[in-house]
């Protein structure tokens, strides 16, 4: 409490009064803030009530702020990551995509069995707000399956088996009979979405017994093609995994919502223009994830350049489209945060499109139902107050100052003594 005390005087709290217990959210005046319109920082009143933001006066105002011309953005989000819903203790995980400014979080793989115990730590007004796709479809040998065995034998899963990762961990489909009989399993575990592997989609019509592909094709088109209908018709959205142009080209071709990487993190890739159109046309969303590509950079520097031009190259395809681009890592032990400086590094992007992307463009992608990733009227009150203009001094991103999730503020300082 006295942390709490500590903080909102700080920040220049005239009237705060002592919110009651059974109120699900205070009602907060927040003055003099620079707020974020998506183009450029206009100050404002605006209040949360509710846990929504309005200009409108409430009837009630439990709490005045004083932003003190402090810069408010969206919440920072994270596409793309692995980190979350395990059988650890991921407080500190949770803690690192707070401090980070870091709200919304995408989960592209994990264990329904411990992501059912773990469930109770995300999507509440002092963590981080989490969807998860389960385990992913993908034909048998293919990725992630060697992966998922290899860490099975390092230990990584305990109360598992190599048999029992199976139809848990990931699906294999190789036929529309084991599309059948893995589809039920699958929603049993009620996954937020689905997730698909296309890998070497070109790579289909060579002979099965041709060992240049062994392991590297994902699921064949066809069914693909098949999932996502059976998906679409559960109301799920289907992510899918890629790698080459060829798996980008088939994946905006099937359908699917979102896909989850720029291609090209080990080989150079062009991803076909009348594909990027077409992926804008359909509202196809994609991860960026580009900093994946760094793995390469001591390997091959000649080949790393070339890399990096091609995704110079995708990025702006994708950019000038109108193509979605929200900022995803996969670093299981990083974040957003270094994919963002990642990407400004390649120089492509304004700092304003960048901030797009990492707020509104991913927690849209993430949540797509949800009123996130912008600060107009009716949208849930979650947002970062940053001490400078992070259009003119990008470093304004790790200095922030204030952050409200959910209509609350969200104190990070470990409570000396709770107070309930
Ligand atoms: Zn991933």
């Known amino acids: 409490m006295k942390v709490l005390s500590r903080l909102l005087i700080s920040l220049g709290v005239v009237a705060a009064t002592a919110a009651s217990a059974a109120e699900p959210a205070p009602t907060f005046q927040f003055t003099n803030g620079r707020w974020f319109d998506g183009d450029a920082f206009v ?9 929504r933001l309005t200009s409108a006066t409430p009837d009630r105002v439990d709490t005045v702020i004083d932003l003190q011309g402090g810069h408010v953005i969206p919440p920072l989000c994270e596409a793309h990551n692995h980190n979350l819903g395990g059988d650890e203790d991921e407080q500190e995980v949770i803690d690192r995509y707070l401090d980070a400014g870091i709200y919304y979080v995408g989960i592209l793989s994990n264990f329904p069995q411990y992501t059912g115990v773990a469930r109770r730590n995300f999507n509440r007004p002092d963590s981080v707000d989490v ?42 489909v190789g036929t529309a009979d084991d599309l059948d009989r893995i589809w039920p399993i699958a929603l049993s ?19 099965p017994e041709d060992t240049d592909y062994a392991g590297e094709r ?17 109301d799920l959205r289907v992510v899918a995994h890629i790698e080459t142009a060829a798996d980008f080209a088939l994946a905006v071709d099937i359908g699917v919502d979102v896909i989850a990487h720029l291609p090209g993190r080990r080989s150079v890739e062009r991803i076909a223009p009348d594909a990027a159109a077409r992926a804008a046309e359909r509202n196809i969303a994609v991860h960026t994830t580009a900093v994946l590509a760094e793995r390469m950079r001591e390997q091959d520097a000649d080949l790393f350049a070339a890399i990096q031009e091609a995704q110079r190259a995708n990025l702006r395809l994708l950019h000038d489209a109108g193509v979605t681009l929200a900022i995803g890592s996969d670093l299981y032990d990083a974040d957003s945060r270094a994919e963002a400086e990642y990407l400004r590094a390649l120089g492509i992007f304004s700092p304003r499109e960048l901030l797009a992307m990492w707020t509104e463009n991913c927690a849209r992608t993430v949540f797509p139902t949800r009123g996130v990733g912008a600060l107009d009227d009716g949208y849930e009150a979650s947002f970062l107050v940053l001490g400078a203009n992070p259009l003119e001094d990008w470093s304004a991103l790790e200095r922030i100052t204030l952050r409200i999730k959910d209509g609350r503020l969200l104190n990070l300082d470990p409570a000396p003594s709770a107070s309930e």
């Open 189 to 207: 575990f009620r996954p937020d979405f689905i997730k698909i592997f296309i890998m070497q989609a070109d790579a289909h019509d060579a002979a």
């Open 131 to 172: 969807q998860f796709a389960n385990g992913g479809i993908t034909a048998p040998g293919a990725h992630p399956i060697p992966l998922r065995e290899r860490l099975l034998g390092f230990g990584a899963y305990p109360g598992f088996t190599r048999d029992t990762l199976a139809d848990h961990a990931y699906f294999a």
């Open 43 to 51: 100050t404002r009143t605006v209040y949360a009530d509710r846990g």
């Open 218 to 234: 994902g699921l064949h088109p066809d069914l693909a093609r098949a999932i996502t209908a059976r998906a679409h018709a559960h």
